[in-house]
């Protein structure tokens, strides 16, 4: 599965979704707070909204607003 994801999907997209994975796999609430994610990759607010809402297009994630 590990190569299917590296196939398909850029490292940038990638790395949003082991991030995820792992804060919640670590304990962190559900849904991870965007602040929370921007917080852990050391990266804009806006910047992880826009990676969210494509992850989201994609139906790798569940973008739910505030």
Do not use: C, F
Not at 1 to 6: D, F, G
Not at 12 to 33: D, H, R, W
Not at 45 to 52: E, F, G, K, P, T
């Amino acid at each position: 599965m590990a190569n299917l994801i590296k196939e398909k999907h850029s490292e940038s997209e990638q790395m949003y979704l082991v991030t995820i994975a792992t804060l919640l796999e670590n304990g962190s609430e559900s849904p991870v707070p965007l602040s929370r994610l921007a917080s852990e990759l050391n990266v804009l607010s806006v910047s992880v909204n826009q990676m969210v809402r494509k992850l989201a297009d994609e139906e790798l994630v569940t973008y739910q607003p505030y």
